[in-house]
């Protein structure tokens, strides 16, 4: 059934839109640069971690950004499109073909979801300077962090548990 072409029409539908439920479901809004701290990083990282860069990329990058357009935050869908497209597939690359199961898996995935986060917390930061200056971008560096972290430690169980069921690529 994996190799189906349902499936794999499917597979990336779901991820798109569990991404774009989960970032518009909990948002908490920042006025300095009228963005907001979401918990769609979780899905990002679920998606990236069992079904690899392609997949998590396409859930982060075309779920964020319709979660922005849908949201209101239209001004944040082509830059949410590159900077969570360039998260999820830099989770699933660094991550790669490993599984969560053992020690080792499990300390890969961490340093995965950090990396991609990492990334985030930069784009973001790097858009941020360009339309609201320094001083605007620095105060959203310690939301984009949290909102990596708080991911991490969501996502990570979950995909473990999903991977045990038997969710893998």
């Known amino acids: 059934m994996r190799g189906s072409r349902s499936f794999q029409l499917v597979l990336p539908a779901l991820l798109v839109a569990l991404t774009a439920v ?13 963005g907001y701290v979401n918990v769609g990083d979780t899905a990002i990282f679920v998606a990236a971690l069992l079904f690899g860069p392609k ?3 396409i859930a982060g990058g075309v779920g964020s950004a319709l979660a922005d357009l ?9 830059m949410t499109l ?3 497209g360039l998260e999820g597939a830099i989770v699933g690359l660094f991550f790669a073909r490993r599984g969560l199961s053992s020690r080792k898996g499990l300390i890969l995935g961490v340093l995965a979801c950090l990396a991609g ?4 917390v930069f784009g973001y930061w790097t858009a941020e300077v360009a339309i609201f200056g320094w001083a605007a971008a620095l105060t959203e560096v310690p939301g984009n962090t949290a909102q990596a972290l708080i991911s991490l430690v969501l996502a990570l169980p979950v995909a473990s548990a999903l991977e045990r069921a038997g969710a893998r690529r």
């Open 22 to 34: 989960m970032t518009m479901a909990v948002r908490v809004p920042t006025p300095a640069t009228r």
């Open 55 to 57: 997949m998590g990329g």
């Open 70 to 78: 849908l949201g209101g935050y239209a001004l944040w869908a082509p």
């Open 82 to 84: 590159v900077i969570k």
């Open 117 to 120: 986060g990492g990334w985030m």
